[in-house]
């Protein structure tokens, strides 16, 4: 089961920013949160990643909280293309490898 | 950087017949890649998971006999669903992540599976 919970849609005008929250209260302390997100009948696309840090790069910035436990993806300023839905995913280890187990998302739509 | 691919993008095919999904890395080594299926209005569910080399593992519930893995290169990882039947009919999407010190899975475009 995903071990992240997100509001199922959003919208925000273009233009302005958006926020996305997650919640994941069972992180454990070296899982990693990433965020993916969908357009329509395509492959999901990496947006970021972080384990305690904020991080920012040219999509976005991720803000995590002091106890891991919430996090938030900002795009600074949304456009038309960015609708899409947003999936925060936490990253579990497997043996020597990783899976991403994907919850519902949040559907962001962006307005004109 | 870190493009894969799937092809073909789309099939339609008839109930019985088997189909084979292509799923490579272009421009990087991928010793694990990985196998989701999408339902309409759903989000993704991971099927398998599939190490250069070596037998895929498979996610609980999902058929192992009905859905053949080979990952016989760094760079390419097939999917087979045998015996299509309309069920079977999703997208069906691959990621990879990088063999050395990977930390992100790149995702393939989707291949849509449609049996009649």
Avoid at chain 1, 77 to 86: E, N, P
Avoid at chain 2, 1 to 11: D, E, L, R, T
Avoid at chain 2, 28 to 46: E, G, I, V
Avoid at chain 2, 88 to 116: E, H, K, M, N
């Amino acid at each position: 089961d995903a071990k992240t919970t997100q509001p199922t849609s959003m919208d925000c005008a273009e233009g302005r920013a958006a926020n996305l929250p997650c919640n994941h209260s069972t992180i454990s302390g070296n899982e990693y949160v990433y965020w993916y997100r969908q357009i329509h009948s395509q492959g999901p696309q990496y947006i970021i990643h972080g384990l305690k840090n904020n991080e920012t790069n040219e999509m976005a910035s991720l803000i995590i909280t002091e106890d891991r436990k919430s996090s938030t993806l900002i795009l600074p300023h949304a456009t038309l293309r960015d609708t899409a839905v947003y999936y925060c995913i936490v990253r579990v280890a497997v043996d020597s490898s990783y899976k991403l187990i994907f919850g519902s998302g949040t559907r962001l739509l962006v307005r004109p | 950087g870190a493009v894969v691919s799937q092809h073909p993008s789309w099939v339609i095919c008839k109930s019985g017949t088997s189909v084979k999904i292509e799923c490579r890395s272009l421009d990087f080594q991928a010793t694990t890649m990985f196998w989701y299926r999408q339902f309409p209005k759903q989000s993704l569910m991971l099927m398998a998971t599939s190490n250069e080399g070596s037998k895929a593992t498979y996610e609980q519930g999902v058929e192992k006999d009905k859905f053949l893995i080979n990952h016989a290169s760094l760079t390419l990882s097939t999917l087979t669903v045998t015996s299509a039947h309309p069920e079977d009919s999703s997208f069906y999407i691959c990621s990879a992540g990088l063999a050395v010190g990977w930390d992100t899975q790149y995702f393939g475009p989707g291949t849509r599976l449609t049996v009649l």
